[in-house]
């Protein structure tokens, strides 16, 4: 790699980690081309050298976002068993990582669509994500005639109201108030859809 590219990757990876971190820090409301700048050191002029808009960007912060999810959930449930265990095992994995880092479940799961300027790619990141870091998991299954592909998306489907309706009333009204109870829970409610023979 030219050492152009080099730079020209080192100064974006300057603006979406500044980005990041006011989304983290003060949400999506106090994002715009002068603070992400002001934070990166550079000028709000040099921002359009390496994105299309502020939209642009937002979805590489959400690329990023997503990725450390993945890379946390998998991390986490290295050494799990196979199967339907090892499903169970990343989605509270996924659980815990939005648990750990709240702005960006808002940021993924509430801030209203207009506030990405309706970028098709972002909403559709956020909104197939958990299905996204499972699928393999999923294709594992449904390859080994465990589960029928029809049936996985019905699973996947639940999976991810079920999952992000727990998350909201939590992260949101502290219900359940204790992190303990509110895991047992979530795990209670997940095996109900995955296990829902036991």
Not at 3 to 13: A, S, W, Y
Not at 42 to 65: A, G, H, K, M, R
Not at 103 to 117: A, K, P, T, Y
Not at 121 to 143: F, M, R, Y
Request: net charge negative; with cysteine; hydrophobic share 35%.
């Amino acid at each position: 790699m030219k050492n152009k590219e080099l730079k020209e990757q080192r100064i974006k990876g300057y603006y979406i980690q500044a980005a990041k971190e006011i989304l983290v820090g003060e949400g999506i409301k106090s994002l715009s081309v002068r603070s992400v700048s002001e934070r990166a050191g550079y000028s709000y002029t040099t921002i359009y050298n390496y994105f299309e808009d502020l939209n642009d960007l937002i979805f590489y912060c959400v690329q990023d976002f997503y990725q450390e999810c993945s890379d946390f959930v998998n991390g986490e449930s290295k050494g799990t068993e196979s199967g339907l265990t090892i499903i169970e095992s990343k989605i509270m994995q996924y659980i815990k990582y939005f648990v750990n880092y709240p702005s960006v479940f808002e940021l993924f799961f509430i801030e209203r669509v207009v506030n990405f300027g309706n970028k098709i790619q972002t909403i559709e990141l956020i909104t197939d994500s958990l299905k996204n870091i499972l699928q393999k998991d999923w294709d594992q299954l449904v390859a080994q005639k465990e589960m029928r592909q029809a049936d996985v998306m019905k699973v996947q489907h639940r999976l991810q109201l079920t999952v992000t309706g727990l998350l909201l009333f939590y992260i949101h009204r502290r219900t359940p108030a204790e992190y303990g109870e509110f895991m047992r829970t979530a795990k209670q409610e997940i095996d109900a859809i995955i296990f829902p023979e036991s």
